[in-house]
């Protein structure tokens, strides 16, 4: 196998409802999915994480801003747009910290760090 080349990294889970009807366990699982799952698959794949992080929540943000407008949206389908958008936010969050910090001691940078 060669270098990975390109990561389409599209983890996401929600459940109907408002979040007052999510159990700890749902927000939990949203949580590891939604944002740890998006952290983790790019910390391990992808070299200059740092970079790659920043064009992905620039990506994100624009998809967010474009695909669910929440604000536009007729009533009934606002809320769940709403959640969708501040979920991208969210994602963008995760990817703004491994901006400022790094992809850590077991991502790939710092393996080719240790190498050379």
């Not at 790659?52 to 389908?77: C, K």
Request: overall charge positive; glycine content about 10%; aromatic content about 10%.
């Amino acid at each position: 196998m060669g270098p990975v080349t390109i990561l389409v990294n599209n983890a996401g889970v929600a459940w109907r409802g408002t979040l007052d009807d999510y159990d700890a366990e749902q927000v939990a699982r949203m949580r590891r999915v939604n944002v740890e799952g998006v952290i983790n698959a790019t910390r391990a794949v992808i070299l200059f994480a740092r970079w790659a992080a920043l064009i992905l929540a620039a990506y994100t943000l624009a998809l967010g801003l474009i695909f669910h407008t929440y604000w536009l949206a007729p009533a009934a389908g606002a809320r769940f747009e709403r959640i969708i958008f501040f979920n991208h936010l969210s994602i963008i969050g995760g990817m703004l910290a491994i901006v400022a910090f790094g992809a850590g001691c077991l991502s790939l940078d710092a393996a080719m760090r240790r190498k050379g």
